[in-house]
Every structure is written in structure tokens, then in C-alpha cells.
């Protein structure tokens, strides 16, 4: 299995940025998705954003045009950078990893978790 550490989680006024990095390593030979969940205080776990091995990305709506999945070439690293951040991204963000060609973007379909970091936004 992949195993993912991330970070880059901490705390910033709305309207401002945080860039979050995630590395894999283990059966890291893929093919493989990686992306990011978030869970809220009282909410569901919940998909942000994901990127194919093939580096096609998919967000969930309330955060495109805001928030930008890269993967380089490399592939077992993933960023999530975060712009114009809003109170309601607070959450603590999760890395994801799953053994596809495309996407991972359902909590069942997730094959391997990071240990997760949490994103504050403030007013």
C-alpha cells in the first residue's frame, strides 16, 4: 500500500493562501490518483480535489477557481495550493491515494490515507 505524509496546514486570514504538499511513498509504481479530502468540525468527510496519474484534475465545485491540484512528473508528490481561502475551508485536510487510471473522488474508492493537517482560516 501507498503511504502519504503531508503538511503545510496552518492558519491564515480569509482571502489569503496556504499551499499544501503530500508525498507518497511504497507501491508508489503506480497507476495511481492522489487528492485531497477535508472534514469540518461536525461534517462529513467530504472530497476537495483529485489528479489523475495522467494529470487531469477534478474539484469539487465551491472550490474551483480557488484552489489548484498539481503532480509533477515525479508523481508521488501532490500540492494543493489554496487561494482566496474562506471560512468555511476550515478543516482538517486529508492526502489520498488510490489505485486507478482515474480518479479518486468517493471515501469508498480511497485506498490509502494521510495522517491529515488542519487548515484555519480566521476573520
Known amino acids: 500500500q501507498v503511504q502519504l505524509v503531508e503538511s503545510g496546514g496552518g492558519l491564515v486570514q480569509a482571502g489569503g493562501s496556504l499551499r499544501l504538499s503530500c508525498a507518497a511513498s511504497?507501491?508508489?509504481?503506480?497507476?495511481?490518483?492522489m487528492g485531497w479530502f477535508r472534514q469540518a468540525p461536525g461534517k462529513e468527510r467530504e472530497f476537495v480535489g483529485s489528479?489523475?496519474?495522467?494529470?487531469?484534475?477534478s474539484y469539487r465545485d465551491s472550490v474551483k477557481g480557488r484552489f489548484i491540484i498539481s503532480r509533477p512528473n515525479a508523481k508521488n508528490t501532490v500540492y494543493l495550493q489554496m487561494n482566496n481561502l474562506k471560512l468555511e475551508d476550515t478543516a482538517v485536510y486529508f492526502c489520498?491515494?488510490?489505485?486507478?487510471?482515474?480518479?479518486?473522488?468517493?471515501?469508498?474508492?480511497?485506498?490509502?490515507w494521510g495522517q491529515g493537517t488542519q487548515v484555519t482560516v480566521s476573520s
Open positions: 489520498v491515494a488510490a489505485e486507478t487510471t482515474g480518479q479518486v473522488q468517493r471515501l469508498d474508492n480511497v485506498g490509502s
Open positions: 511504497g507501491r508508489t509504481f503506480g497507476p495511481y490518483a
Open positions: 489528479i489523475s496519474w495522467t494529470g487531469v484534475v
